[in-house]
């Protein structure tokens, strides 16, 4: 079953990208500078497919983090897959729990799995 979640993620990670993609970068990132906590999910979707930019799995993470913490239900379900995938230095099944709770408490259908 987890090959076939990964891959659903995967496809969801990359049409969000394609609606990102319509956005100029530069503004992207100033807002999610400023904590703009969807331009900080949009930012991190762009360090992951690298679309506009390098692939950085550093910048990744931290860009969706800084999203999560502030609650946005999206960066908390990428954030606990990469946590229960091993993306994140392992595999850290407990702290993905966790992020899948909070957004699962949001209503994310896919974390209420």
């Known amino acids: 079953m987890l090959p076939t979640i990964t891959f659903k993620i995967c496809i969801i990670f990359l049409f969000t990208a394609l609606i990102v993609y319509s956005q100029d970068f530069k503004s992207i990132k100033r807002n999610a500078e400023y904590g703009n906590a969807l331009s900080q999910y949009d930012l991190a979707i762009l360090y992951y497919v690298g679309d506009s930019v390098q692939v950085d799995k550093n910048k990744t993470i931290f860009w969706l983090t800084k999203s999560a913490e502030q609650g946005y239900a999206k960066a908390q379900f990428y954030l606990g897959t990469f946590y229960y995938n091993g993306e994140i230095n392992g ?12 957004c699962a408490q949001q209503g994310h259908i896919g974390a209420q799995y």
């Open 91 to 102: 595999i850290d099944k407990p702290l993905a729990f966790n992020w899948f709770k909070k």
